[in-house]
């Protein structure tokens, strides 16, 4: 059985929702940021994989934003740029100490990955 990667999507809606303890209030909403991403991204990774694309082991992020990106299809264009975007929000969720992540940032990184769901 294969996993579904919009369940990282509906987790990040449960990390923003429910934050139990208010010291880790930050770590879920950069969690949640994260989960977002990956939920769209390999969302989107399957697709391609379904078409015939065979995606490489190694930059495999890079490879699959471009395939998007470069392909005639406007939808799929805006879907590679989205997620060229969103890769790097999620970098910063999940590798700068400083910056601001809030249930805003959070928020929008949810509905973010709920559009690319939705256009995929």
Do not use: C
């Amino acid at each position: 059985m294969s996993f579904h990667w919009d369940l990282y999507v509906q987790l990040a809606d449960e990390l923003i929702r429910y934050q139990r303890q208010k010291h880790l209030m930050e770590a879920y909403f950069r969690s949640a940021i994260s989960r977002s991403y990956y939920g769209a991204f390999g969302s989107a990774r399957v697709k391609l994989e379904k078409r015939g694309i065979n995606i490489p082991r190694q930059n495999t992020h890079e490879f699959v934003i471009n395939e998007y990106q470069n392909s005639p299809d406007k939808k799929n264009k805006q879907i590679g740029r989205a997620l060229l975007t969103f890769r790097r929000e999620r970098n910063k969720a999940d590798y700068e100490h400083s910056g601001t992540f809030d249930f805003n940032k959070a928020r929008r990184a949810f509905l973010k990955a709920q559009q690319i769901l939705t256009q995929l």
